[in-house]
C-alpha cells in the first residue's frame, strides 16, 4: 500500500509561485505514473499534470508554460512549480500514483490506484 503526503500548498497573490511536494512512502517512480491533479469547490476533479516512469510529462492546457512537474528518485518525491499562478488556480492539489503507464489515460482519476490527502492552493 502506497502513501502520497503532500505538502507546500498556501495562499498567493496572482503572479507568485508555488511548490508542492509529494513524498511516496515507497520507491516507485521507476514503474508508475505519477500526475497532479486539482479540485475546486463544486468542480469536478481534474488532471493537472503527469510524469511517466520514462520521465515523460503531459500539462493539461490551461497550465502549460506556467506549471512544471518533476521528481526525485532519490528522494522519492514529486514535485509540481506553480508560477505566474492565476486566480482560477485556487484548489486542492492532490498527488496520484498507478502501478502503470500515463499512456493516453493519465487524465482519467479512476485508473490511479492511490491518492494523497490534498494540500490548499489560494491565489487571491
Known amino acids: 500500500h502506497v502513501q502520497l503526503v503532500e505538502s507546500g500548498g498556501g495562499s498567493v497573490e496572482a503572479g507568485g509561485s508555488l511548490r508542492l511536494s509529494c513524498v511516496a512512502s515507497?520507491?516507485?517512480?521507476?514503474?508508475?505514473?505519477m500526475a497532479w491533479f486539482s479540485q475546486a469547490p463544486g468542480k469536478e476533479r481534474e488532471a493537472v499534470a503527469v510524469i511517466d516512469s520514462d520521465a515523460t510529462t503531459k500539462y493539461a492546457e490551461s497550465v502549460k508554460g506556467r506549471f512544471t512537474i518533476s521528481k526525485d528518485h532519490a528522494k522519492n518525491t514529486l514535485y509540481l512549480q506553480m508560477n505566474s499562478l492565476k486566480p482560477e488556480d485556487s484548489a486542492m492539489y492532490y498527488c496520484?500514483?498507478?502501478?502503470?503507464?500515463?499512456?493516453?489515460?493519465?487524465?482519467?482519476?479512476?485508473?490511479?490506484?492511490?491518492w494523497g490527502q490534498g494540500t490548499q492552493v489560494t491565489v487571491s
Open positions: 496520484a500514483a498507478r502501478s502503470a503507464s500515463c499512456a493516453l489515460t493519465w487524465a482519467r482519476e479512476d485508473l490511479y490506484n492511490w
Open positions: 515507497e520507491n516507485i517512480f521507476s514503474s508508475y505514473c
